[in-house]
């Protein structure tokens, strides 16, 4: 019994590493289909001399290569590479995303906590919170940053409100609905038990929500990272991902490659934000993989 009882662990990590390398092995096989059909729709563009919905050209589709290169060209004769850089703008735009996606994760689960306990705050709260998500965040940002400028706050804790801003809302809604999805029989059996508010939230119905948690985190993940690179328009930060867009924008016609490079830049961000909850919901969900969103 002591042998099988330790085999089967074993298998688990075993069954779970397999399951791991299968998920790197369909993004990798995905990133080369995608990279594919790109050089192939800019062949093919390129032959028939399509312009709907866009001219393809050098300056509206670069060569993928061409975008990777250009990451390891100084960005000034002489200087360090473009990617010394994008490294240094990545590491303060995701300082910024990930503050504002701590903050604005605490505030959606407590939120969720909140009106999980009280029906009239539900419906009362709840349609101010979904109209909160319906402003645009280009209206939003500059006001954000204006305003706690005038309090003396740090332009980019302003960026960090922001991404704060895009992150609470699918935390506070997915974590509600979990908070409220166990079984009614399973509410009066705790009931029957005399078991507090605090027994009842703690023990039945944070449990029954982790996946639901989780997966909002994973939307806010990559939520965190737009609205950091967006929050750092207004707040002119030139040290961040958003700064270097507008800078290469500016210069597109002449090196178009270096924003592309900024691009992926901002993509492998999002994704190392999206992987980090991902194995922080392993960790957590390891014991019931029947749970894992």
């Not at 960090?160 to 801003?165: D, F, L, P, T």
């Not at 993509?267 to 934000?273: D, V």
């Given at each position: 019994?002591?042998?099988?009882?330790?085999?089967?662990?074993?298998?688990?990590?075993?069954?779970?590493?397999?399951?791991?390398?299968?998920?790197?092995?369909?993004?990798?096989?995905?990133?080369?289909?995608?990279?594919?059909?790109?050089?192939?729709?800019?062949?093919?563009?390129?032959?028939?001399?399509?312009?709907?919905?866009?001219?393809?050209?050098?300056?509206?589709?670069?060569?993928?290569?061409?975008?990777?290169?250009?990451?390891?060209?100084?960005?000034?004769?002489?200087?360090?590479?473009?990617?010394?850089?994008?490294?240094?703008?990545?590491?303060?735009?995701?300082?910024?995303?990930?503050?504002?996606?701590l903050l604005g994760g605490a505030i959606g689960f407590a939120l969720a906590i909140l009106l999980a306990h009280s029906r009239i705050l539900r419906r009362g709260l709840l349609p101010y919170i979904v109209i909160s998500q319906t402003v645009p965040i280009l209206a939003v940002a500059p006001m954000v940053v204006l305003g706690l400028g005038t309090?003396?706050?740090?332009?980019?804790?302003?960026?960090?409100?922001?991404?704060?801003?895009?992150?609470?809302?699918?935390?506070?809604?997915?974590?509600?609905?979990?908070?409220?999805?166990?079984?009614?029989?399973?509410?009066?059996?705790?009931?029957?038990?005399?078991?507090?508010?605090?027994?009842?939230?703690?023990?039945?119905?944070?449990?029954?929500?982790?996946?639901?948690?989780?997966?909002?985190?994973?939307?806010?993940?990559?939520?965190?990272?737009?609205?950091?690179?967006?929050?750092?328009?207004?707040?002119?930060?030139?040290?961040?991902?958003?700064?270097?867009?507008?800078?290469?924008?500016?210069?597109?016609?002449?090196?178009?490659?270096?924003?592309?490079?900024?691009?992926?830049?901002?993509?492998?961000?999002?994704?190392?934000?999206?992987?980090?909850?991902?194995?922080?919901?392993?960790?957590?969900?390891?014991?019931?993989?029947?749970?894992?969103?």
């Amino acid at each position: 019994m002591a042998a099988i009882a330790i085999e089967q662990p074993r298998r688990t990590r075993g069954a779970d590493t397999a399951r791991g390398a299968k998920r790197v092995a369909l993004v990798i096989v995905g990133l080369g289909v995608f990279w594919g059909l790109w050089e192939a729709y800019r062949w093919i563009g390129e032959r028939l001399g399509l312009t709907w919905p866009f001219t393809v050209d050098e300056i509206t589709m670069p060569h993928i290569h061409e975008m990777l290169s250009a990451l390891t060209k100084p960005l000034q004769p002489g200087g360090p590479t473009l990617l010394h850089y994008e490294w240094h703008w990545a590491l303060f735009t995701g300082k910024e995303a990930l503050i504002g996606f701590l903050l604005g994760g605490a505030i959606g689960f407590a939120l969720a906590i909140l009106l999980a306990h009280s029906r009239i705050l539900r419906r009362g709260l709840l349609p101010y919170i979904v109209i909160s998500q319906t402003v645009p965040i280009l209206a939003v940002a500059p006001m954000v940053v204006l305003g706690l400028g005038t309090k003396g706050v740090e332009p980019w804790i302003a960026v960090s409100v922001i991404a704060a801003y895009l992150t609470f809302f699918p935390v506070a809604m997915n974590t509600l609905r979990g908070l409220l999805s166990p079984d009614p029989r399973s509410l009066e059996l705790m009931r029957s038990y005399a078991a507090s508010r605090n027994d009842v939230l703690w023990k039945l119905r944070l449990p029954a929500s982790l996946p639901f948690v989780f997966s909002a985190l994973k939307i806010s993940a990559t939520a965190s990272v737009i609205g950091a690179i967006i929050g750092e328009t207004p707040a002119s930060i030139q040290d961040g991902l958003g700064g270097a867009i507008v800078n290469f924008n500016q210069y597109y016609s002449t090196a178009p490659t270096r924003l592309w490079a900024t691009n992926i830049v901002c993509a492998a961000l999002g994704l190392a934000f999206f992987a980090a909850v991902l194995i922080a919901e392993r960790l957590v969900l390891r014991r019931a993989p029947e749970h894992v969103a």
